[in-house]
């Protein structure tokens, strides 16, 4: 764990243990702090890559710079902490926020990408954007708790809630249990703001790499067919789907196995 400087930033990031394969880097989603464990670094994918994460801009460890952020910041940024660690080309994955910027990152650094995962993500455009999670900062509390958890999973809806009285309250019972470390909603919010804005989906037909598609049956946040448009504008893509929402990494014991074996 270390904190490298940039001409823009100042990157906190980590590198977990080197394997035979090589570095991966993993660029996580909304609100992400690699303080709270566990983490991209803990998983199944750290068993047969080193995983190279880091903080974005305004998150975590990582500066937080005045005035708005753009997609093609967070994509730079990307870039300037490679080339900090002299390395020119590596695999990359995007889970959610940081799909978006892996594509951005593509678009604007191609030949830094030898294979791209792109997990539970949008290209805005005409292949359609995530669920505007800007507009839940307009909710209280409560609302914001009850629409978040039905947006990550469609599976669990009003009639659900009726027959499932008491799982529904085990279930928000968990996500009231704040992370250790949380996001400033001031840093948040420009987050979602440059979120908004994405649009990727006319570059995307100029990836020529291979690409693996990964995407939750029941994400209300990304829709399946958001995913499916991905994979028709990239040419050299596999796209799966799984048991799962927006968390189907974690809720899918398959999901994790195909990503390890694609990548290998």
């Known amino acids: 764990m270390a904190i490298i400087s940039t001409k823009d930033l100042d990157i906190y990031f980590e590198r977990s243990t080197p394997r035979a394969n090589g570095p991966l880097l993993f660029i996580g989603g909304t609100g992400g702090d690699l303080r709270n464990k566990p983490n991209q670094l803990d998983s199944p994918l750290s068993e047969h890559f080193e995983i190279i994460s880091y903080d974005q801009r305004g998150l975590g460890q990582t500066s937080k ?3 708005s952020y753009s997609m093609q910041q967070y994509a730079d940024d990307a870039a300037s902490l490679l080339d900090e660690l002299h390395i020119d080309t590596i695999p990359v994955m995007g889970v959610s926020f940081g799909g978006m910027v892996a594509q951005e990152f593509i678009k604007r650094h191609p030949s830094r990408v030898s294979k791209l995962v792109l997990a539970c993500t949008s290209s805005g455009g005409d292949g359609g954007s995530s ?16 629409l978040s958890i039905k947006i990550n999973d469609l599976r669990i809806n009003d009639a659900w809630i009726k027959q499932n009285h008491d799982s529904w309250n085990i279930i928000k019972e968990e996500a009231r ?16 703001m440059a979120r908004k804005d994405h649009n990727t989906f006319q570059s995307l037909k ?26 028709k504008n ?31």
Do not use: C
Request: proline share 5%; no cysteine; net charge negative.
């Open 65 to 67: 710079p005045s005035g």
């Open 131 to 146: 669920y505007p999670l800007h507009e839940l900062e307009e909710l209280n509390e409560e609302e914001k708790l009850d």
């Open 177 to 192: 249990k704040k992370r250790l470390y949380s996001t400033n909603p001031k840093y948040l919010h420009k987050q979602l």
């Open 206 to 231: 100029n990836i020529d790499i291979p690409v693996f598609l990964m995407g939750g049956k029941y994400d209300g946040i990304v829709p399946v067919s958001n995913m499916e448009a991905i994979h």
């Open 234 to 264: 990239i040419t050299d893509s596999q796209l799966e789907f799984y048991e799962g929402g927006h968390l189907f990494l974690i809720q899918d014991k398959k999901a994790f196995q195909d990503l390890v074996d694609w990548l290998l």
